[in-house]
């Protein structure tokens, strides 16, 4: 069974410092992985996803995460925050035929 | 185009009274989804659409829970005899493909308070 883990629960950061979420995975075949982003009061909407390829994935407003397959890993990253950022971030991983898997999400407050 | 639309946005309910939930996913995706997602903690599959039929009601927490999708398009779930552990913020999310690879689309969600 997948599972997706968030290790970081909350992070109070000031603008313009560096960003940095954690995220694991537990399932030994090929996955693809996912950074969700929840705006207060808008929907879940996708950052970024990687299926394949390029190890570093660029997703919008800025952030990018890093595939490490020795590591299980897929941390988001963000080189200056802003106050805009604030938000949950939530990490997913599925494969085929399964159901995508969320960690238990990431809540960030940036301080203007 | 239209997104995921989910009505009603906030519910309030007695315990032991059923309610449903509905979904509108994007025009032509043929996979939908719902979750659950209690005060705190991250989304918790309940049940994936493929068309009409449900190949995975794994997460289902029990037989109060049940859902169903008509012409490829509407979804509503419904909850029966509510218990306050019900209380959560339900999401639906639809795809144009089958896992693997999807996307999904989230709504806003409905928010359900159970007395």
């Known amino acids: 069974a997948q599972s997706v883990s968030q290790h970081n629960h909350h992070v109070i950061l000031s603008e313009a410092a560096s960003l940095e979420l954690g995220c694991n995975y537990s399932y030994g075949g090929t996955v693809n992985l996912f950074w969700y982003v929840q705006y207060p009061g808008q929907h879940l909407q996708l950052l970024l996803k990687?299926?394949?390829?390029?190890?570093l994935v660029k997703g919008i407003k800025g952030f990018e995460a890093e595939f490490i397959k020795s590591k299980f890993s897929f941390n988001l990253r963000k080189p200056s925050v802003q106050w805009s950022d604030t938000a949950e971030y939530f990490c997913?991983?599925?494969?085929?035929?399964?159901?995508?898997?969320f960690g238990g999400g990431t809540r960030l407050m940036v301080k203007p | 185009g239209a997104g995921v639309s989910q009505s009603p946005s906030n519910k309030v309910t007695e315990k032991g009274k059923d309610v449903e939930l509905r979904c509108d996913p994007i025009s032509g995706h043929t996979a939908l989804y719902w979750y659950r997602q209690r005060l705190g903690q991250g989304l918790e599959f309940l049940i994936y659409f493929q068309g009409n039929s449900a190949p995975d009601k794994s997460g289902l927490p029990s037989d109060r829970f049940s859902a169903e999708r008509t012409g490829e398009s509407v979804s509503t779930l419904t909850i029966q005899r509510t218990q306050q552990e019900d209380s959560a913020v339900y999401l639906c999310a639809s795809s144009s493909q089958p896992p693997g690879q999807e996307t999904q689309y989230f709504g806003p969600g409905t928010r359900l308070l159970v007395l």
């Open positions: 997913a991983v599925n494969s085929a035929g399964n159901m995508l898997t």
């Open positions: 990687y299926f394949s390829g390029d190890p």
